[in-house]
């Protein structure tokens, strides 16, 4: 599996942007999907993940509320809905794909490029 994500760029504080991450291959709907996102000098840090059917989600408290995860699986494409977008969300996100949703950050099989999200106060 090949994951791309896009959709980054430059927001103002208080601004939305959602994020794709398309998958190469035929096994994308048997992943659970997670987005990852790492600021300057932070560690990786978890935000969402999404079982393989969409059934089950699950949040990072930094953005529960704030950010959507969801996925279409007949597009190969996993999506996060950013709104209410604050400057310390400023990082490059990544998408990734692992066999359980309650994978952490050491057990995904695959990751995406990531896509740089920037937000301006």
């Known amino acids: 599996v090949q994951l791309q994500a896009s959709g980054g760029g430059l927001v103002q504080a208080g601004g939305s942007l959602r994020l794709s991450c398309t998958a190469s291959g035929p096994t994308f709907r048997s992943y659970a999907m997670h987005w990852f996102r790492q600021a300057p000098g932070k560690e990786r840090e978890f935000l969402a993940a999404i079982s393989w059917s969409g059934r089950f989600t699950n949040y990072a408290d930094s953005v529960k509320g704030r950010f959507t995860i969801s996925r279409d699986n007949a597009k190969n494409t996993v999506y996060l809905q950013m709104n209410s977008l604050k400057p310390e969300d400023t990082a490059v996100y990544y998408c990734?794909?692992?066999?359980?949703?309650?994978?952490?950050?050491?057990?995904?099989?695959?990751w995406g490029k990531g896509t740089l999200v920037t937000v301006s106060s």
């Open positions: 990734a794909a692992a066999q359980n949703i309650a994978a952490t950050m050491y057990g995904m099989d695959y």
